[in-house]
């Protein structure tokens, strides 16, 4: 395939907000590709070189871009930057200069293989002189490229591709293109993601077995798996009736959710949910974890948590947040935010799947296969069958450290569905008994300009709530309240990378913020309740026609949820079943109205 082809779809993808409309285009792209190209178009299509988990990274800052740009084009760099500034978009500038550029000679046209390879040894280039060597490459790249291939290119290697393009849409396509488009297909296509990880992976198994052959892609240590999530409700008697009346809980731990992956020789990699490879900041779990595992291959789930040295009790969230993303002061790090893993499920044990057996069968295997000390223990856990007990064991997990409980159902059919959401794991906090449900992860997707002592910055926030089954990002609320003057400042830091001078085309909203950003960041807020809205897009339609969904008195709880992709936020689905518990609990403490 000619790149020229996909830089096309490109411009077609951008041009457009209408998932169908871009499940067409993709899978017009993908259906006449081989096994070798399939996967690199899907992997730049994502904005990567390899499945996220893998962390590959380009390396490639504004400056770096700019000074090839400005090399490529003949342009001063001075200009090049103005120019930016004018446009909004390195990649558009990149374009405009091309295209008033002269070429000198033929140039043979880029194929996706050719820049696929090229972007890679931008990647790969390390250590000293790689910068210039980045720099030149890029510079090769533009000058083969077209004008519209350039501004692709650019927005590429700045991760600003802005094609409004995610997962599930991919798969659609997927489906589209290489199965019968039903929604079988598209079901068992989206469970082989789940287990792998892979969307490259999976196309290539797709393209050459079919549907039946995706059966093929089993669990493999090294390759994450996109961990199963729970669902709510709001008081302990629901969570037993939804369980059938019994149910094992367990300690519901703040801390980051890891999956430990032991390899045969003893090697560790440990996971966060977000599939970023974390291992390096946890050396203590690295070193704990193969003498813990007494059967080897095995991957393991668990939730790490920050233990006091002296008195061994389990510390808030925001003491292991401290050594998330570190590569200093580890050393130092560990000895003041020592950690502990509780591990609560099984999937590969000594080498043998397990993921698709009952939950009781698996903590049985669990059980058998950990040595427990200090560092690696197992998640505590009662069987519970009446309100009562659930209750005594919810204040043990409270008084423990813990943050409530997760009930998990003992029944036929409850094994491990990685990637899904379902009532076969409920969590319950004690905040649900009051007020609104939980606190809710929203994604920010727009910043409003400070006033007053917050003039100069931004002084609130807009964030969305994520709908699987749409692939948008719906807003609910504008939060301002919460944050200190520190989180202000480092915010726009933070949300730098995702930066848009227009609305991203996955983002719906009836509301125009002074900035708009890219689906990224997420931010965990509570507020008092959930209202109907007109300007908000959660759960459009859902309680009443042309309103959606709004959070009011929103706070920002001071927890950034970096170990949550914005997919990995609070669904539409959730907010509306958070909205009907409330409108429950209130009607069930509205006393009685006398009359005749």
Known sequence: MRFAELADGYERLEATTKRLEMRKILSELVKPLGAEELPEVLYLSQGLLRPEYEGVELGVADSLARRAVALATGEEERSVAEQTKTSGDLGSTAQELLTRHRRLGDVEPLTVAEAYAELGRIAAAKGEGSQDAKVRTLVELLGRSTPLEAKFLVRFVLGTLRVGVREMTILDALAEAFADGSKEARARIEEAFNLSSDLGLVAVELLKHGVDGLGRIGLEVGRPVRPMLAEREPTLARVLERMGGEAAVEYKYDG?????????????????????????????????????????????????????????????????????????????????????????????????????????????????????????????????????????????????????????????????????????????????????????????????????????????????????????????????????????????????????????????????????????????????????????????????????????????????????????????????????????????????????
């Not at 045969?264 to 070193?287: C, H, K, N, W, Y």
């Not at 009443?544 to 920002?556: H, Q, V």
């Open 256 to 596: 980051l959710r890891v999956q430990a992956h032991v390899a045969r020789d003893g090697t560790v990699r440990l996971f966060s949910r977000r599939l970023e490879e974390i291992g390096a900041q946890f050396p203590e779990l690295l070193a704990e974890l193969p003498r813990a595992i007494r059967s080897r291959p095995t991957i393991v789930e668990g939730e790490c948590v920050p233990i006091d040295p002296d008195t061994e009790e389990i510390q808030p969230f925001q003491e292991v947040a401290r050594r998330r993303g570190r590569k200093h002061d580890l050393e130092r790090l560990r000895e003041e935010v020592p950690v502990a893993l509780f591990l609560f499920d099984i999937l590969l044990a000594g080498g043998t799947p397990v993921h698709q057996e009952d939950f009781p069968a698996r903590r049985r295997r669990l059980e058998a296969i950990v040595r427990e000390g200090d560092r690696v223990r197992l998640a505590t856990q009662r069987i519970v069958r009446d309100v009562d007990s659930a209750t005594s064991f919810l204040d043990d997990a409270i008084s423990a450290g813990g943050e409530g409980v997760v009930a998990k159902s003992l029944k036929a059919g409850s094994s491990y569905r990685a990637g899904a959401r379902g009532y076969w794991w409920i969590k319950y906090k004690r905040d649900y008994t009051a007020g609104l449900m939980d606190t809710i992860d929203g994604v920010v997707v727009g910043a409003f300009q400070g006033r007053g002592k917050r003039a100069g910055r931004f002084g609130a926030f807009l964030l969305a709530v994520y709908d699987p089954k749409k692939d948008r990002f719906e807003s609910f609320t504008k939060v301002g309240s919460g944050f200190d003057d520190a989180q202000l400042a480092e915010l726009p830091r933070r949300l730098e990378r995702w930066q848009s001078d227009e609305r991203p085309p996955e983002v719906e909203t009836g509301i125009a913020p002074d900035r708009w950003f890219r689906p990224g960041l997420v931010l965990e807020v509570r507020g008092a309740e959930l209202t109907l809205s007109p300007v908000h897009r959660a759960a459009l339609g859902a309680v009443r026609a042309g309103a959606g969904l709004a959070l009011r008195f929103p706070r920002f709880t001071g927890r950034y949820r970096d170990d949550k992709g914005p997919s990995e936020a609070t669904t539409s689905h959730e907010l509306l079943e958070m909205y009907r518990a409330q409108v429950r609990h209130a009607v069930s403490e509205t006393p009685p109205t006398s009359g005749g």
